[in-house]
């Protein structure tokens, strides 16, 4: 990188994706599958990427939230299905001629599709979605017989899954993600007695899918565990996984301060000793998170440096006075491995009172993405 670009980059390590989707797809059963969740942008890592990569591994089937997403990842040249996972969010004819298939939630919905197919007379594939306790996206289990209902009377209309959506699958506690699965089955055995065959069920999350709650249904929808991260604790002694990404920078400024020295908007942090200070070129604007301020920490020639002061748009300021031979210019690991140590995004999440998934998300785009493993 030229010494006159702003050094704060994410490294996206593609052969640790590589080795997380196989450790998935070392898991599945007969019949089974992996729907890999690429939406918001991959959970920042850079969609087209990530699903050109995934499809090498031998992934047929990815899940994106918006129409926009699908049609991204159509121009970028990704083959595979794609289905919409929050339904219909834009013109019917670019869905069909851009082979988006939506997750249908809403009867209104449903009858629109079906209306449109009859007037092309043409098959389109769809997912029905239905709440079984998110609360969220979802037919209710009472409405079965009217969705099915409609599903035959159009032969148009290909059902292609049938998914709902666990909510407390990352809870210790599994009684809640019990009921959900004994309710999804139960919708299960009604649509397959209603007459409506050849169709995928699909339930499990990042979470049952490291649980191995894999059960008799046909695709796993993995999200977070693709890249690397667990959705809880409790998960890394189920299955090992490498972190995709890395947040890297420089130190642009180093300062030497003496006892009673402010840092910062709001003067929120005063050196108590004689301290040498290195300002980063990295803020809330970059996703590093502003409650970071006084918290975090990163990583300095192998050491951890504390965060002083409070994280602005921009520049952060980290105290490395105890780092041996530390100089301007050295890489900083915001997220990420240097040398025995690491920080990782569910520890950046703890100190901003969040969850790893939106520290990932919130990378924004003046972030370069650096692909590593193509």
């Avoid at 490294?11 to 640790?16: K, M, Q, R």
């Avoid at 019949?31 to 050109?52: D, M, S, T, W």
């Avoid at 031998?58 to 996972?85: D, M, P, Y």
């Avoid at 210790?172 to 009604?190: A, Y």
């Amino acid at each position: 990188m030229e010494s006159n670009e702003r050094p704060t980059v994410a490294v996206i390590h593609l052969d640790h994706l590589r080795y997380n989707a196989r450790q998935l797809m070392s898991t599945l059963g007969e019949n089974q599958e992996i729907l890999a969740i690429v939406k918001a942008n991959a959970y920042g890592h850079g969609a087209p990427f990530i699903a050109r990569t995934l499809e090498g591994c031998g992934v047929k089937k990815f899940g994106v939230a918006t129409f926009s997403e699908g049609l991204e990842l159509r121009a970028q040249g990704i083959k595979a299905e794609i289905f919409v996972l929050n339904g219909v969010m834009g013109p019917l004819k670019e869905y069909f001629s851009n082979r988006l298939y939506p997750a249908i939630f809403e009867l209104s919905q449903l009858k629109q599709v079906s209306d449109y197919l009859n007037a092309e007379s043409r098959e389109f594939k769809i997912c029905l979605k239905f709440d079984t306790g998110m609360g969220r996206l979802g037919f209710s289990p009472s409405q079965v017989d009217e969705v099915i209902g409609c599903i035959k009377g159009n032969s148009f209309l290909k059902v292609a899954c049938v998914m709902t959506h666990l909510a407390k699958a990352d809870d210790e506690q599994p009684d809640f993600t019990d009921r959900q699965f004994t309710l999804f089955r139960k919708l299960k055995d009604i649509i397959q007695e209603r007459g409506l065959k050849g169709v995928a069920y699909s339930i499990c999350n990042s979470a049952a899918f490291v649980d191995k709650r894999l059960d008799d249904f046909h695709w796993m929808r993995p999200g977070i565990v693709l890249y690397g991260c667990y959705p809880h604790p409790r998960h890394q002694t189920k299955i090992d996984l490498k972190p995709v990404l890395e947040l890297k920078t420089k130190i642009i400024s180093l300062k030497k301060m003496m006892p009673g020295a402010h840092i910062g908007y709001g003067a929120t942090f005063v050196t108590q000793r004689e301290s040498h200070v290195a300002i980063l070129p990295v803020g809330y604007a970059d996703g590093y998170p502003r409650l970071a301020s006084n918290r975090g920490h990163m990583l300095v020639r192998g050491q951890r440096a504390p965060v002083v002061g409070r994280v602005s748009m921009d520049l952060t300021a980290i105290d490395v006075t105890d780092i041996k031979d530390v100089a301007l210019h050295d890489d900083v690991t915001v997220i990420g491995q240097n040398g025995d140590l690491s920080v990782g995004a569910a520890e950046v999440a703890t100190w901003a009172d969040t969850i790893p998934y939106e520290i990932l998300c919130g990378i924004s785009p003046r972030v370069p993405r650096i692909y590593e493993g193509m």
